[in-house]
């Protein structure tokens, strides 16, 4: 599995992809971009509520990384997100229970091209673990311990993901503009000649 810096990567990609249209709910009540984004980070990382209570319990195996990541437990949980919202609003059920589907899903995508034991995708139909035969992700390796040489090379893979992400992030509208402006450019061009 990433680290939570995948994850949060991730889900500010998916804030700054959205923010051209403001969330004017959000599952709480709240308003506003850094509670939207807080909000859009926080559906970035909830499949990983599973971790709680094996970290209370001291067995993180037994909880993490199972039925929580499938895709059923996404759409159940993108229904639930979008349902709180519609009924504290009254509004805006479609839009967040898209925002979590692929936020909640994206992280599943991500935990499945990681190196480890797999994801359980089709749960509740099948236990079975699936796993790519390439991995993006170097992951978490926890049962190494931390002060490894395996976390220098998982903070290394996630930050140059992390990196190429916002710099993509930042590029496009640039590019977009230019691209724009050259269209402008030429159709102006054009306008003049006789």
């Known amino acids: 599995m990433p680290s939570p810096i995948a994850h949060i990567a991730v889900g500010y990609a998916i804030y700054r992809i959205c923010r051209s249209r403001p969330l004017q709910e959000t599952p709480l009540g709240m308003d506003g971009s850094i509670r939207s984004l807080a909000a859009i980070v926080g559906l970035s990382l909830l499949p990983d509520l599973d971790a709680i209570p094996g970290l209370l319990l ?28 519609w009924l504290k609003n009254r509004t805006s059920f479609v839009r967040w229970f898209n925002l ?3 936020s909640y899903q994206l992280h599943i995508l ?17 236990e079975e673990r699936f796993e790519p035969a390439i991995k993006l992700f170097y992951g978490v390796q926890r049962s190494r311990g931390w002060l490894t040489m395996d976390h220098v090379w998982m903070l290394f893979n996630e ?10 992030l930042y590029l496009f509208p640039r590019v977009n503009n230019y691209l724009r402006r050259l269209e402008a450019d030429r159709d102006w061009g054009l306008g003049i000649r006789d």
């Open 58 to 85: 001291g067995d993180l195996d037994s909880f993490h990384n199972n039925l929580t990541h499938s895709i059923v437990a996404g759409v159940v949980a993108a229904l639930a997100i979008g349902g709180i919202v």
């Open 100 to 102: 979590t589907l692929i």
């Open 110 to 126: 991500m935990d499945f091209f990681t190196r480890g034991r797999g994801v359980m995708l089709f749960w509740p139909f099948t």
């Open 159 to 168: 930050l140059l993901f992390a990196g190429a992400l916002l710099l993509i």
